[in-house]
């Protein structure tokens, strides 16, 4: 299934001078003043102050990439919910990424998963990642069960699939082990012009977090356009605010000169 490139690149062509402007305004330290809902950027500024206990202490360049220390012990435990997806149908595979948002769904993009019969071909494998000696750690798979959940949106709506995790087929792990992203549309979770975190599984690797430098430049109805790294199988990732916070499903990226 594949994503719809004009739309997109539409968008991206007509977003082009906002985006720069946010650019522009990062590189000058004040990416947050690019939020149009300045009520938004606010809220989102008072939180990350509160959390991080911000002062007035010398930074080096022009923006502070200080974090709390408990960025990296809450970004360790959140990553547990991230999982690997293969797909594997006959004469046809998939992989992708995906994670948990409760105790028993699975979310991840529709044009991976695409319906309840390629659920039935897929499995989950969590952990999927090496220790810091570069060796795998034990991993953990599972089956998805459609006939006990499933929902699915076009990959030209909202592009989702939200279906039951099933049956553990390999490794020790229960599934309550990994924890789960909580959905919410509280807007002061994202404003344009901070940074994004994300982690997911690039091109199959085992799992990656791509940290700092990843903007969000602008923001429709029902999209964030952010710039950072990914490749074919980091579809269907969890994108990140600085406290970890899930504030959007990852759809599809395309390299873009400007």
């Known amino acids: 299934m594949s994503v719809n490139l004009g739309r997109f690149r539409q968008l991206v062509a007509a977003s082009r001078p906002e985006r720069e402007q946010v650019r522009k305004l990062d590189l000058s330290g004040r990416g947050l003043d690019s939020e149009p809902d300045q009520i938004r950027a606010a809220e989102y500024l008072s939180r990350q102050i509160k959390e991080n ?32 997806v293969e797909v594997t149908l006959p004469g046809a595979s998939d992989r992708g990424s995906g994670f948990m948002v409760s105790p028993h769904l699975f979310l991840t993009n529709q044009h991976v998963i695409p319906d309840a019969a390629t659920a039935s071909a897929t499995t989950i494998t969590f952990d999927n990642e090496r220790d810091e000696n570069g060796l795998p750690l034990p991993a953990t798979i599972f089956k998805l069960d459609p006939d006990r959940f499933a929902l699915f949106s076009d990959i030209d709506e909202l592009d989702y699939a939200l279906i039951a995790i099933g049956p553990r087929v390999r490794g020790s792990a229960d599934i309550t082990e990994f924890g789960y992203c909580i959905l919410s549309d ?56 600085d406290s970890w916070e899930l504030v959007a499903l990852h759809h599809f990226g395309e390299p873009f000169l400007e």
């Open 53 to 84: 206990a911000l002062g007035a202490e010398a930074q080096v360049g022009d923006t502070n990439d200080l974090q709390a220390a408990w960025f990296l012990e809450r970004g360790a435990a959140v990553r547990r919910a991230v999982g690997f």
């Open 186 to 241: 509280r807007p002061d979770r994202h404003a344009i012009g901070m940074n994004v975190n994300i982690i997911q599984h690039p091109s199959g690797l085992p799992r990656m977090v791509a940290l700092r430098n990843n903007l969000l430049t602008f923001r429709t109805k029902r999209t964030l356009l952010y710039e950072t790294d990914t490749e074919h199988g980091s579809s269907g990732s969890p994108v990140f605010n």
